[in-house]
């Protein structure tokens, strides 16, 4: 069922970096994102797949983790993503690509999750860097990357408490906790 | 299997209006929203639902439907979506939205995917008439209109011709074809 996975797909940030990925999992993955909707059908989204070792070594300073949990500034050696999908824009198919990366990600950590692989979708990412080690020529927009690997972390969900606050935390047992609005919170109105 | 939902969930236009949608059933679509990814986990969506046949008639006109497929202009009454998922922006938690509400928009389509029931997400909106219909308070952007139904039309996928054109069309049997670029065109580099 959709709702299991969509349950289960969590954003991880710990991985088993030894589990290798391959690139036919990942074209898979994509495969996802390319058949899901596009604004106007434009389909301007093009990919960059990794699950090289070497590379992924030089895609991770690019990227910025968990901007709640500092001092943690990202998973050690060891516990990295085993693969990437970095999601572009081309410029000259759309000026403009709305929500197509949000709209296709979704689909490729679905499938992901499905798969018991973990992602964790970043947007703040070091552009002009990740741009040259990838030789990303400037027709492309870099819009996010997807971090992959098997999970090495327990996530949870609960209800966001009374004083609002959303901020994802770890616990003592390094366990990661992630507050979210209710569904009363969120829905302004029903008509039916 | 999340890549058979995913063929599955084609954005559809012409629907069995007459066959209601619950609340509950809404409700249960938007929960999948709430539970999925969004940047820094702030979760700045807010959300209108209707089945309310005689609001839904209100909502319909602000919508554009389908540019492709011009003189069509949209489905005729009877064949109307018989439920609306509205998803907004709340300026109070984040003046930007990123991506958040296409992850969340294709986790509620293919939740209604599965339950047989098909959506368009339409992002060509009248906002000031539809602001007025729904009485939103300008402190929530509009981002997006999920329009859903019961299917009453049938949409296969192609690969996208020589010549490149993405643009869907209706056959001769009513069919609406939708060219997908291949995945060979999507992905750039594959390391692996």
Known sequence: MIED????????????????????????????GRLSASAANLQPLKYIIS?????????YPTLAWAGYLRPWIGPDEGERPSAYIIILGDTEIAKNF?????????????????????????????RDRLREVLSIPVRYEILLVLALGYPKEKVVL???????????????????????????EIILAENG
Chains 1, 2 share one sequence.
């Not at 966001?160 to 569904?183: E, F, N, S």
Request: aromatic letters at 6%; glycine letters at 10%; a negative charge.
């Open 5 to 32: 996975i969509v349950k289960a797909c969590r954003s991880y940030r710990r991985f088993h970096q030894e589990q290798w990925i391959e690139p036919r999992t990942l074209r898979e993955l994509v495969n996802l």
């Open 51 to 59: 699950s090289d070792p070497n590379l992924n070594a030089r895609i």
């Open 98 to 126: 709305g929500c197509d990366h949000g709209i296709a990600a979704q689909s490729i950590v679905l499938g992901a999750a499905e798969k018991g692989i973990g992602g964790c979708m970043i947007g703040s990412i070091e």
């Open 158 to 184: 609960e209800d966001v408490g009374p004083d609002g606050d959303i901020k994802y935390y770890r616990d003592a047992q390094d366990v990661h906790h992630v507050p979210k609005r209710t569904l009363d």
